[in-house]
């Protein structure tokens, strides 16, 4: 009995060696920068490739664990980037022309892109970027300027600073523009509640700013969705009529917060995006990463992972590492 348990401990380390978050590293510039990618398992042929963009002060490690990218990329078979900003003075912050920083952060992102290409066999067709908050204004600023090499676009609670505001975009790219209209950090109408200024054009600028990019005419058609849960939001619709595809998601009384709670809100926003990504509704999710008999989540792991064996006539039928209290999340800017 002792040598079995020994050899379930052999495994589980081994295990959780796989299984957590390994940052890799990237020189752009002459610095080295740092990004996490997660692939499903056994792919084969070319992969779409999400860009995920996180927000002011964030760290990819952190996000890795919160929105669970390993289970995003199997659910929806991509490989998902998780690139890292570098600390601008007020931590990490992506270079959206708020600072006088001369960091090239579109530089490095599509450098990053370039270089992971091959080794990951992304299908150069199915190019996404969406990001929270910051990484909001930094996905409106990749699609005005990148436009030309990416398939479709999705901020989140970010806005379009006043200095990408002015230029023109390479190319018209398909976007979808997610906001809620009582966040008191990036506000619907440009004002920060939280900083006490003015952030960039207001979400009705930001989409007028779209809708001549990409050659739209008309009144947008307007759907809200079904308010099926208690959750004291609304979720409005707008579609636009143009060459390219362009959408806004309005979460009347929605906060500075990523929605993805299937069971507390309407909407979950990972979905919401696929579907605008893919054209298709999204899956209805994957069950925990298993291994033989064994059961092993969170997948990726952030220092607590569980393992549970499946044979019910098995030595050891649980096990966890560093088991510890999950912690309320907060979001950042």
């Not at 990484?135 to 990408?164: K, N, W």
Request: proline share 5%.
């Amino acid at each position: 009995m002792k040598k079995i348990r020994s050899l379930y401990l052999l495994l589980i380390m081994v295990l959780f060696g796989t299984l957590s978050a390994q940052v890799q590293h990237f020189t752009w510039q002459g610095v080295q920068r740092d990004y996490l990618v997660r692939t499903p398992a056994n792919h084969v042929g070319t992969l779409p490739v999400m860009f995920f963009l996180h927000g002011m002060g964030d760290n990819i490690t952190r996000c890795d664990q919160e929105y669970n990218f390993q289970q995003m990329a199997e659910e929806f078979g991509w490989a998902i980037v998780v690139p890292q900003a570098r600390n601008l003075g007020m931590g990490n912050m992506w270079n959206v022309g708020m600072t006088n920083s001369n960091v090239d952060d579109a530089g490095f992102l599509m450098a990053l892109l370039d270089s992971l290409a091959a080794e990951l066999q992304f299908n150069p067709d199915s190019v996404f970027f969406t990001g929270f908050s910051m990484g909001g204004f930094m996905t409106h600023r990749m699609a005005i300027e990148h436009g030309d090499r990416i398939t479709a676009c999705a901020p989140v609670s970010g806005l379009i600073y006043y200095e990408q505001a002015s230029l023109t975009p390479v190319a018209p790219v398909r976007m979808l523009h997610i906001h809620g209209t009582t966040d008191p950090v990036v506000g619907y109408n440009g004002n920060s509640t939280a900083f006490g200024s003015n952030l960039g054009l207001g979400v009705d600028a930001i989409m007028d700013y779209w809708q001549n990019a990409n050659g739209c005419s008309g009144d947008p058609t307007i759907d809200t969705l079904p308010d099926l849960k208690n959750d004291g939001l609304r979720f409005i619709r707008y579609t636009y009529d143009c060459g390219t595809d362009l959408q806004h998601l309005k979460v009347v009384g929605g906060n500075h917060t990523w929605y993805d709670n299937v069971n507390q809100y309407d909407v979950d926003y990972k979905n919401v995006i696929y579907e605008f990504f893919t054209g298709h509704s999204a899956p209805s999710g994957i069950p925990d990463r298993k291994t033989g008999q064994l059961q092993v989540w969170p997948n990726p792991t952030n220092g607590s992972l569980h393992i549970q064996s499946t044979n019910h006539n098995s030595p050891i039928m649980a096990a966890c590492i560093s088991c510890r209290p999950v912690m309320v999340r907060s979001r950042k800017w």
